[in-house]
């Protein structure tokens, strides 16, 4: 069975889809059964486009990524959610654990070191993940 990480930024627009992006592919070569999804609180209209040009230079293409707000199924069936500055608590189901990324740089300020954090953050992930 197929499990789902839920991450999410506020706008899901591009913490989030950097993470799924890079979960995604980071989880498939390491031969887990784990697919990654992303919602916000306050979604974009579209994904911001220096994180489309960025993904794009690891051959992945979010260009028709449409930005949309969680919902209450995302949450309950989420096996794990990761927040990025999403202010989510009132709404995560009992039972469910949210972890929070805070370290993660704003991409509008630093592309490039959002990613590497996120990056690092994806890898130990991946890594708990493994066993």
């Given at each position: 069975?197929?499990?789902?990480?839920?991450?999410m930024?506020?706008?899901?627009?591009?913490?989030s889809?950097?993470?799924?992006?890079?979960?995604?592919?980071?989880?498939?070569?390491?031969?887990?059964?784990?697919?990654?999804?992303?919602?916000?609180?306050?979604?974009?209209?579209?994904?911001?486009?220096?994180?489309?040009?960025?993904?794009?230079?690891?051959?992945?293409?979010?260009?028709?990524?449409q930005?949309?707000?969680?919902?209450?199924?995302?949450?309950?069936?989420?096996?794990?959610?990761?927040?990025?500055?999403?202010?989510?608590?009132?709404?995560?189901?009992?039972g469910?654990?949210?972890?929070?990324?805070?370290?993660?740089?704003?991409v509008?300020?630093?592309?490039?070191k959002?990613?590497?954090?996120?990056?690092s953050n994806?890898?130990?992930?991946?890594?708990?993940?493994?066993?």
């Amino acid at each position: 069975m197929t499990k789902t990480i839920l991450f999410m930024c506020p706008h899901n627009g591009a913490k989030s889809v950097l993470a799924e992006a890079y979960f995604n592919q980071a989880a498939t070569e390491a031969g887990l059964k784990i697919n990654a999804i992303t919602a916000g609180d306050d979604p974009y209209d579209a994904v911001v486009p220096a994180v489309v040009d960025r993904l794009k230079i690891d051959g992945v293409d979010v260009s028709n990524h449409q930005p949309r707000h969680f919902t209450a199924k995302d949450l309950q069936q989420a096996d794990l959610i990761v927040s990025m500055e999403c202010n989510i608590e009132s709404h995560v189901p009992a039972g469910k654990t949210v972890t929070h990324w805070n370290d993660v740089p704003l991409v509008s300020e630093n592309i490039e070191k959002a990613y590497e954090v996120i990056k690092s953050n994806v890898d130990q992930l991946v890594e708990t993940l493994i066993d």
